[in-house]
Nanobody
Framework: VQLQASGGGLVQAGDSLRLSCAVSGDMLRWYALGWFRQAPGKEREIVSTIGWSGVGTEVYADSVKGRFTISRDNSQNTFDLQMDSLKPEDTAVYYC?????????????????????WGHGTQVTVSS
């Protein structure tokens, strides 16, 4: 299974970006999916997860709640992260990840170690 993240870039505070993750090698239908990020000098942290059943299983880090939206399209084998009202503190490399076990109780977990497959990451830089 391979994940390819795209959509990063350099934007100004208040702008929007949409990250996409294309998955090949297996169907996403039963996977829990997540977006993580890692800023320079900091540990990788969870941004958002979505369970295999999709709508209603989304979970967000407090820092992005109300600004970011995760979604999945099982028919296209992709999942996205819509990022609105971006802030300089959102600057990081963003990684998409897939959990073949489907997460826990239908929802993705926040533990990076639970994810089996990872994309290479896409840089998001937000200037003030």
């Amino acid at each position: 299974v391979q994940l390819q993240a795209s959509g990063g870039g350099l934007v100004q505070a208040g702008d929007s970006l949409r990250l996409s993750c294309a998955v090949s090698g297996d169907m996403l239908r039963w996977y829990a999916l997540g977006w993580f990020r890692q800023a320079p000098g900091k540990e990788r942290e969870i941004v958002s997860t979505i369970g295999w059943s999709g709508v209603g299983t989304e979970v967000y880090a407090d820092s992005v709640k109300g600004r970011f939206t995760i979604s999945r399209d099982n028919s296209q084998n992709t999942f996205d992260l819509q990022m609105d009202s971006l802030k300089p503190e959102d600057t990081a490399v963003y990684y998409c990840a897939a959990d073949a076990e489907g997460g826990l109780y239908g929802r993705g977990t926040s533990e990076a170690s639970e994810y089996d497959y990872w994309g290479h990451g896409t840089q998001v830089t937000v200037s003030s």
